[in-house]
């Protein structure tokens, strides 16, 4: 493999003159990313946010690819108007499409191409634009920043301030970063925020960076507060007892009152450059991968011995249980050394008290419950099958429950060494949300993930919650997750496709999931693969462009 080429992407999408789908206000647009390696399967990378009340969209969020030259990398970029909290894109209006490959979107570093209909027709006079660039520096820029004694923009109350980072380029200023919103609040306190390095300044910490203060509108009509220009050496000069500050200055005031001084002032407390660790770095640093299978067997999904049943195993030895379960196990097992995995079944009714179990072994050994690599999952699951009576309800909590307990005991090592993830396959709704909303949120402070991969053709809505890509998961007491740890798929998607294309969906947000854990807690990878990057010196948040 030595002789492929293989470089990190990062892709900047903005669109302009979408169609407007709302009657009382203009669309809610957000980009989804598609990706096409062979065959005609689309599998989803990635979501950007979505911006309100915008035709001409600068989304913030930035995808990461994986380029590889001698590949054809086809990428789809689809436009929605998100007009409700749910996932799933059959809820909401399309607004159009682009259809490329990755080769072409590098090879000329900025793409537009016009956006059709399914039907591929224009879509209104909508384009979209997108920006490529490599990255070769994994460093990211960590800041805190406030401001005080800001103009009031609203006439009935207090403005509601939000900042924006803008990157020099050779085609003009690139959105890098946009803070949330701070409601009701002059002298804002913005969270702790992270850029990449590369995004921020391109590695060169004398190279401009503009930062733009808005009063955020609902209707998209954001109001200028002020602005001011910095260098990220100017920036990282800044401290908790000596901050780095900056008149927020509005050139249109300025020119109207003699008497002007400035909008405001935004104080940056705090400015460091770190080295942020990949995947990879936690992976050959030492991280292991402990993977749980837990299997739906409530009686929704038929009696085994029916063909109609999605437990019967047909005479070609499948179902679509043992399809999930080959497909992400077969990834997984490469980072897990002792090769063991602990799968069970919850839903049923096991001998020989025939008793309803929500979490029991699918070799029937509660001490051991370990099989012998991703064979002897598939092995347990077929001598479990006639053995137990599907019954119900269809609830998740215990499971997840169960693999938290480990995970937390792995978090009190303080070490980067193991990580758990839970795949759930499942065929209809959750009886227990309440719970499982709560386990989840739970879990999200611990070193684990989970998959549910949907069998079946069940309307699997209440999944698409528990995926927090939009918007992040509550409990019933209305804690908020720390991240997303669910990927939900349907199986009926890639019913036609290959193994390795559902196994590519319902992984994609797991090495995010992994470095972004270990990032929040601030651990290291327990042995560095790799050494520091000097500094290169000389050498784009959302927004609505109108």
């Not at 998607?493 to 947000?509: C, D, I, K, T, Y």
Request: contains cysteine.
């Amino acid at each position: 493999m030595s002789g492929q080429c293989v470089a990190k992407v990062e892709l900047t999408v903005s669109c302009e003159n979408l169609l407007d789908k709302d009657v009382f206000s203009k669309s809610d647009p957000m980009c989804v990313l598609l990706m096409n390696t062979s065959g005609s399967q689309w599998f989803e990378i990635g979501r950007t946010e979505t911006v309100q009340n915008c035709l001409n969209p600068k989304f913030a969020k930035k995808f990461l690819l994986d380029y590889h030259f001698e590949v054809v990398q086809k990428v789809k970029f689809e436009i929605y108007d998100i007009d409700s909290p749910t996932a799933s894109l059959s809820n909401h209006d399309f607004l159009g499409e682009a259809e490329c490959t990755l080769g072409q979107i590098v090879s000329s570093s900025k793409l537009t191409r016009p956006l059709v209909l399914k039907n591929k027709t224009p879509a209104g006079k909508g384009t979209i634009t997108v920006f490529a660039e490599e990255i070769k520096d994994n460093r990211v820029v960590n800041l805190e920043v406030e401001a005080r004694k800001l103009d009031k923009k609203d006439f009935f109350g207090k403005s509601d301030p939000f900042l924006e980072f803008y990157r020099q380029t050779e085609t003009g200023w690139q959105l890098a970063h946009r803070t949330e919103v701070v409601k009701r609040n002059l002298n804002p306190h913005w969270r702790p925020f992270r850029i990449p390095l590369q995004s921020l300044c391109g590695g060169d910490v004398e190279k401009p960076i503009k930062v733009d203060c808005h009063d955020y509108d609902n209707d998209g009509s954001h109001d200028l507060i002020g602005t001011f220009e910095t260098t990220l050496a100017q920036l990282t000069e800044a401290s908790r007892t000596r901050p780095a500050e900056f008149e927020c200055v509005n050139m249109k005031k300025k020119q109207k009152k003699r008497n002007y001084k400035n909008s405001g002032i935004v104080s940056v407390k705090l400015c460091e450059i770190v080295k942020e660790f990949t995947f990879l770095d936690y992976i050959m640093g030492g991280c292991q991968l402990n993977f749980t299978v837990g299997v739906d067997f409530t009686g929704s999904n038929g009696d085994p011995r029916r063909p109609d049943s999605l437990h019967y195993i047909s005479p070609n030895g499948v179902n679509e249980y043992l399809s999930a379960i080959w497909s992400v196990g077969m990834v997984i097992q490469d980072y897990d050394s002792d090769n063991l995995f602990p799968a069970f079944g919850f839903g049923a009714q096991i001998p020989p008290t025939w008793q309803i179990s929500h979490e029991f072994p699918l070799n029937f050994n509660p001490t051991n419950p370990y099989c012998k690599g991703i064979e002897g999952v598939v092995e347990a699951y077929r001598l479990c099958l006639p053995q137990v009576k599907l019954f119900g309800p269809t609830n998740f909590s215990p499971i997840i429950n169960h693999v938290a307990r480990f995970a937390h005991q792995a978090a009190s090592q303080k070490t980067a060494s193991e990580y758990f993830v839970l795949l759930i396959i499942t065929d209809g709704v959750i009886t227990d949300m309440d719970q499982t909303c709560a386990a989840i949120v739970n879990a999200a402070r611990l070193p684990m993930s989970i998959i549910i991969v949907g069998v079946g053709g069940a309307d699997f809505d209440a999944m698409e919650v528990l995926d927090g890509d939009d918007s992040r998961l509550r409990s019933p007491s209305g804690e908020v997750a720390a991240r997303d740890i669910v990927q939900f798929v349907p199986f009926r998607n890639f019913q036609n496709a290959s193994r390795e294309a559902l196994a590519q969906s319902v992984l994609a947000e797991l090495p995010e999931q992994v470095s972004s854990f270990f990032r929040m807690v601030n651990l290291q990878p327990v042995h560095d693969p790799a050494s520091s990057v000097e500094f290169s010196k000389g050498g784009p948040g959302s927004e609505c462009s109108r």
